[in-house]
């Protein structure tokens, strides 16, 4: 296996300053005569198998050659898209389709997407040779000239970007590790106070940081203390250097006795916001 170059290097979604809130982990974009049953099946049930919440079409959800609302909103919804370019990717016009939407909701959203160049050289992605200048030609007996030139500038942008080459003698199963790997890494981020209290509805002019999270923190506890008998927001402060986290237990464990009658509470949960 080896990484596709790119000459336009992407963010990571960990450092997204979105504020759509996300329903899937991941989108899974694929030509399904290529890769249905083989190298896009086993990515998806290597993403599930680690709790990656992954989106994947179905034939019963499509419309013909018709992009349905369902699948606009799944990309919208999601927040890494893997796309798998195959043979015949280009021949697809509802493929093309979804790759303007999920290129455009990449730039809107910032949104990470990873390219799987799957027994196909990124080159013939991005200029639109071989198997994918022959889709062309077939499309233009059948699209207008602002369509095709939509499709043409969206694969030349995917072209660019780097991602996995998957080619004859690869080990399928090493590239699908990495790609797993990778997606666990940008969704094991926590998100930041500001996009937590944009889900809440929370429309706080409070730009301070640490201000606005003790706001968001104290908005989910106001949500969610209806079914308990007892509740306690705590303000806490928390120090984190490197890989240690200081946290100041004493005024914790006291308010917590305090409310509880205790005189020790030897098991805490705590959720940290």
């Known amino acids: 296996m080896s990484m596709a170059s790119a000459s ?41 198998r680690n709790g990656i919440k992954t989106f994947r079409d ?54 990470l997407l990873i390219p799987v160049f799957y027994c196909i050289e990124p080159s013939v992605v991005k200029y639109q040779t071989g198997s994918y200048g022959e889709a062309f030609r077939k499309h233009g007996n059948y699209h207008g000239p602002d369509l095709l030139d939509k499709w043409r500038a969206t694969l030349r942008k995917v072209g660019e970007f780097s991602g996995y080459h998957v080619r004859e003698n690869t080990f399928q199963v090493d590239v699908i590790n990495e790609i797993t790997d990778r997606v666990l890494q940008e969704i094991n981020t926590m ?54 986290i200081y946290i100041y237990r004493s005024k914790i464990l006291g308010e917590l006795r305090e409310l509880l009658h205790l005189p020790l509470i030897k098991n805490l949960n705590i959720i940290i916001f």
């Open 8 to 48: 336009n290097n992407q963010a990571s979604s960990s450092s997204s300053s979105t504020l759509h809130p996300t329903k899937w982990d991941v989108f899974l974009s694929f030509r399904g005569k290529d890769t249905r049953y083989t190298f896009t099946d086993y990515l998806y049930h290597s993403l599930q």
């Open 58 to 111: 179905a034939p019963n959800i499509r419309s013909g050659e018709i992009i349905t609302s369902a699948l606009f909103q799944a990309i919208q919804d999601s927040k890494i898209y893997i796309v798998v370019l195959s043979q015949n990717f280009a021949s697809s016009q509802y493929c093309l389709d979804e790759l303007v939407e999920i290129l455009s909701c990449r730039g809107k959203l910032d949104r």
């Open 191 to 244: 998100p930041s106070a500001l996009e937590v209290a944009q889900y809440l509805g929370m429309n706080s002019p409070v730009k301070d940081e640490a201000t606005l999270s003790s706001n968001v923190t104290a908005g989910v506890h106001n949500q969610n203390n209806g079914p308990f008998k007892g509740s306690s927001f705590l303000e806490i402060y928390i120090y984190i250097i490197y890989d240690n």
